[in-house]
């Protein structure tokens, strides 16, 4: 099987871009982002804190997510049987995915469950750790970034849309605190792997940002083949 390992910091386009990447290639998506998200969703509905350990671990036990896909392989994430794909997208939920992250029972939690499916099907795969943790085989790893300001940016219109009343500060000051937190966190962090490929899509389009990685997919998988 064929993988493709995207990582990166929020809001650098990951979902958005791995999601067409994946639909191009005639791969499955795979958002690991919506799995912690998931978590940090169940813990705060519970009014636990998902900073803190001792009230995160205990629930895990409590947890079932599974990713459906649908006939147009678009990804669904069920929590204990409840469709939340689009209940946790948030910000609210959005930090508390970054706060149960750094935990590694959390971490360890959903560790088979993401490398069992790049087992059984051609995947690209987003996250923070998918090259250096979760799939350090992979065929082919990306790191996608782009400046804080930028990210921040898509990030507002994206809540806008949606009609999230989040000012433009109030996204960038979460996002440099996620930033932080996936970075410093002990296990797993929020790192480039030595044989990732760095593109950096600040001054790119969505459109230009997929071609560029479509052609690194591509070009990889050829040379692969020839060797």
Known sequence: MLSIALDGPVGAGKTTIARELAKRLGFLYVDTGALYR??????????GNPSLPAEVVPSLQHISIQLRYNAGRQQRVYLNGQDV???IRTPEVSMAASQVGS???VREFLLSL???IALQNNVVMDGRDIGTTI???ASLKIFLTASAEERAARRHRELMEKGDPSTFEQVLEDLKQRDYNDSHRAVSPLVQAPDAVLVDTTSLSLEES???LEKLAQNTFFLRDRR
């Open 210 to 212: 997929i071609d560029a």
């Open 85 to 87: 794909s689009d209940k």
């Open 135 to 137: 799939l350090p085989n």
């Open 38 to 47: 998931s978590i940090g969703k169940y813990v705060l509905d519970q009014g």
């Open 103 to 105: 935990i590694p029972e």
């Open 114 to 116: 993401q490398r069992n």
